[in-house]
């Protein structure tokens, strides 16, 4: 018996030495398995980070455009309207100035009176009124009239007015692109 016990002990331990060894190749698969998950987990979780943080300086890029472009169109805007204040301040300068009004206002009136094919009356701001005299029109005062004329043709169905500051504001768009270029020539203008 006790040769049986030494087999059955043998056969135990060489059972236990191959269910060990088996466990501890077993083992070795998984944890090469789980080395190899992390590592596939790192790339992924870095190739993530990377996408994350190129695509955070694509939009950063993005909005710092936006506000350089943004900062571009509020300059150029500025600067065309100090030009328009300007021009309204040389306008009001040339208003206020007798000698040249009046070769303007004149200029104005023959335009206006041009356009009507003569007229019934000819309506001026009430500071204008004695720089105005048509013989046989009626020349009426409109404080609300400024720099220039309104002119009312004889059968009254057509009605000009062409003043200074009407002029500026009827071209302001375009003259607003010229200013911008040049101003700003290699600006894109609005």
């Not at 590592?39 to 990377?50: D, K, V, Y």
């Not at 994350?52 to 300086?57: D, E, I, K, S, T």
């Amino acid at each position: 018996m006790a040769n049986l016990a030494a087999l059955l002990e043998k056969e135990a331990s060489a059972e236990i030495e191959a269910i060990l060894a088996d466990a501890k190749h077993r083992a070795a698969e998984i944890a090469t398995q789980a080395e190899e998950e992390a590592s596939s987990m790192i790339a992924q979780r870095a190739s993530s980070l990377e996408a994350q943080y190129v695509a955070g300086l694509v939009r950063a890029k993005s909005s710092a455009e936006l506000e350089a472009s943004s900062l571009k169109l509020w300059a150029q805007n500025r600067s065309v309207e100090a030009v328009f204040k300007q021009v309204e301040a040389e306008l009001r300068s040339v208003i206020e100035d007798p000698q040249r009004y009046r070769k303007v206002l004149k200029a104005l009136l023959d335009e206006a009176l041009d356009a009507t094919g003569g007229a019934e009356r000819v309506i001026v701001n009430p500071a204008d009124a004695g720089l105005v005299a048509l013989q046989g029109v009626e020349v009426d005062t409109d404080p609300g009239i400024f720099g220039g004329v309104r002119v009312v043709s004889k059968a009254g169905s057509v009605v000009v007015e062409n003043t200074l500051f009407g002029r500026l504001d009827a071209l302001r768009g375009e003259l607003s692109s010229e200013i911008s270029r040049i101003l700003l020539p290699d600006s894109d203008s609005p």
